[in-house]
């Protein structure tokens, strides 16, 4: 494999820490995670202060950063914890802060941990970069909807670093600026709540003479920029960010092994990059599109469809132990029978698909179907180790 | 209290100055190209000679780069032909820090709208910008007690919206192109609200909220908190109205609240007050999640991740477990029950005398216990 050194840092989504320990062993250079507070992901299991501490220590063994959203927009009561929540984050070494209200830049400023910008502050053009430049900021994580062109031209002028989305799901809006779940949910979408109006399904009176039809005409399709990582290496973009805190572990691993091995690979064959792009479509996602990274996005940027949770490759669970020669115990969480097939995602390398003959209880009985959120075991293979993730193949005829 | 308004088109400029006076404080004009949704041009601002002594002109776009260069040009045309002694009403902080770095300086005002809900961030940004700051529109949703502590640390004075459209929504990518509109009215099975207004233009799309703002029922209390200016975003025509129940106000007439009253039962669309008398948005947040088992004064030691009715339970461990431990479990119905680790097995069934964080292994079943549930040791 090709190591490219400067590459762009892989930035995964930790939305706990049994993600954040997925995030880092399947490659991820750095990881973002939020506190109970704070952060834009209320309804994510998030961190108790116990679990940050074991996070960012994880973090730091295996050499990967970690930093702390506190990217809401604070109202004057939300300071009240926010000095004992900073001083902890010095104790136990957060590597940077993710914010995007000028209040909580000034506050945390005196801390000293690193400040990236949020792109829930839309910074979007090179004047508004000079702006944060001069108000501490390190890094700018760019609105969504500035170009990889534009973020190397701000990069280039202003001399900060610039970190950019390159996979995920995207909001419609220019971040921070919707507001239509605070006003029609009752649920701030600026401090954690979004409820997600953007994805719901409208009824538009067309106003020319009665024409109405029903469309998601709000709705985005997400984002995949993977063919695009040759031109984040060309243009020195600093970080790459995956979104999803709310997604769960089978798709962290997934984005981090394979945006990984691309990032590592640098320029590849097509047969290589087409093996990346299988892999990404085996988690569950929206049409994909490019976002605005090579051009602004237009039209064909809009998802208009109903969302279906519908995925032929579901998680199947975690390993949670190998013993040599004896078994692999499973902790499944989806049903699982003899005759079914799994894959089992290495930290590296090729992924191992098994076609299950027998499956056993952890008391050694055979079964014959085992329930979602049981611990199974399976005949031993060599090559798994514990707290890999497994991912069913569903047959054809249950594809939908 | 001081009143303005936003004007946003050719006819309404042209409307407003055929009244002959000036019946607000100031005129806020929404100019094709730089404002989101206005369409004044910049020459028909140029040509009108009897505008009012304080006129704003609307720069609230946000702009990545390649717009923000040309837009920039389009503001030094203007700047330098015609309208220097204006000030500007901008959002994007780009255009912030272009404007005061400008020579001569550009008397700027801070539209907040959906941010800067709190007096750091304010008084902040204050600070940076000096004194071509000459107002801040501050957040639609901050309520009145918020309002009122803001305005203890602030000196640049501030205005909020009283009566005119809730804006939700703004994109620069064109929503409505394909439908061949460029204005509709949505519904949603999933929210009771019914008539969203929804625009695209060259600047994106945008959505409003089908109830308008109405606060001058409020004025006392407005004024109480601080806030010097209140705006209408509305037709002229109520705008007129709206600022004759603010001119008794200033005046002491104990009518002008009868006035404002009577102004909202004949509005021409259903109002409300927002978030100007609490703002409850965040109350919800903790019923997003299961918040029984999260922060416990507890030193978690494993997870029940399986169990055999009877029989057993698998744990997978956080902290060292010993045989003949007491823990006390927690379920994530907010139950507790002791548990005595009478046995204690690895996954090959074998007897053990302790375990570690990350094994796993078979304890004893307890009553009431399911999947999920935490075992501790008390603190």
Known sequence: MNRHINRPELLAPAGSLEKLHVAVQYGADAVYLSGQAFGLRQASDNFTLEE?????SF?????????????????????????????????????????????????????????????????????????????????????????????????????????????GSMCMSYSG?????????????????????????????????????????????????????????????????????????????????????ALDYGPAPPMLCQNWKARLEKTSHREYAQGSLL???????????????????????????????????LHAKTALSPGDTIEILTFQGNDISITLDQLFSIDNHPITRCRPSSVIKLPYRSGVTAKMIVRKVLPVSEQA | ???????????????????????????????????????????????????????????????PESEFQEKKQLFDMARTRFLHKLNWRVVDMGTIHYLINCSPPVNLEFDATTGFHNKIALTTLQEFVGSPLKKMILSLELPEAELRDIHADLKTPTEILVLGPIPLFYTPRH?????????????????????????????????????????????????????????????????????????RFNEGQAAWKTEATLLKKKYERPTIKGFFKANRTNALFPKLKNQILRNKNCQWVADVIDLEKDRFMVVQLKREMKLGDTLAMHTPEGRVSPVQVRFLKNSLGHDISEAWPGDVAIIPHVRGACVGSLLGREV
């Open chain 1, 295 to 329: 051009c602004r996005a237009g039209e064909e940027s809009i998802y208009d469809q109903r969302e279906s949770e519908e995925n032929p490759y579901p998680f199947a669970g975690t390993i949670l132990e190998v013993v040599p020669d004896q078994h692999i115990l």
């Open chain 1, 59 to 167: 973090c730091h063994q295996n050499n990967v950063k970690a930093y702390i959203t506190l990217n809401s927009h604070f109202h004057g009561d939300d300071f009240q914890q926010l000095d004992s929540f900073l001083k902890l984050l010095v104790k136990d070494g957060a590597d940077a802060l993710i914010v995007s209200d000028l209040g909580v830049l000034k506050f945390v400023h005196p801390y000293g941990i690193p400040i990236h910008l949020s792109t829930q502050a839309s910074c979007l053009n090179s004047e508004a970069a000079r702006f944060w430049k001069k108000m501490g900021v390190k890094r700018l994580i760019m609105g969504r909807e500035v170009t990889l062109l534009e973020a190397k031209t701000i990069k280039e002028q202003v001399g900060l670093e610039v970190e950019l989305f390159i996979h």
């Open chain 2, 175 to 247: 929503l409505l192109r394909r439908f061949d509109t460029d204005r509709a009215l949505g519904k949603s099975e999933e929210t009771p609200h019914n008539g969203f207004v929804i625009e695209d233009n060259i600047q994106g799309t945008f959505m409003w909220l089908p109830k308008e703002l109405f606060l001058l029922d409020h004025l006392d209390e407005i004024a109480d908190t601080g806030v010097e200016w209140v705006r209408f975003d509305c037709p002229l025509i109520w705008a007129l109205e709206g600022a004759k129940v603010v001119r």
């Open chain 1, 52 to 56: 940050l501490k074991q996070g960012l």
């Open chain 1, 177 to 261: 600026n919707c507001v239509i779940s605070n006003f029609t949910s009752g649920r701030d979408s600026n401090r954690g709540g979004c409820a997600h109006s953007c994805r719901f399904e409208y009824s538009l009176d067309l106003r020319d003479g009665g024409r109405e039809t029903k469309t998601f005409f709000m709705s985005s399709k997400d984002l995949n920029g993977l063919e695009l990582l040759p031109l984040c290496l060309e243009y020195e973009i600093d970080s790459l960010k995956i979104e999803g805190r709310m997604r769960g572990p089978l798709y962290v691993a997934t984005m981090c092994k394979v945006y990984r091995e």
């Open chain 2, 1 to 63: 209290m001081k009143t303005s308004l936003s004007i946003y088109n050719q006819q309404a400029l042209r409307e407003y100055l055929a009244l002959g006076k000036h019946e607000f404080d100031q005129v806020i004009l929404h100019v094709k190209g730089l404002s989101r949704v206005g369409s004044i041009s910049l020459e028909e601002v140029a040509s009108q000679k009897n505008l009012p002594a304080s006129t704003s002109l609307v720069w609230d776009i946000l702009m």
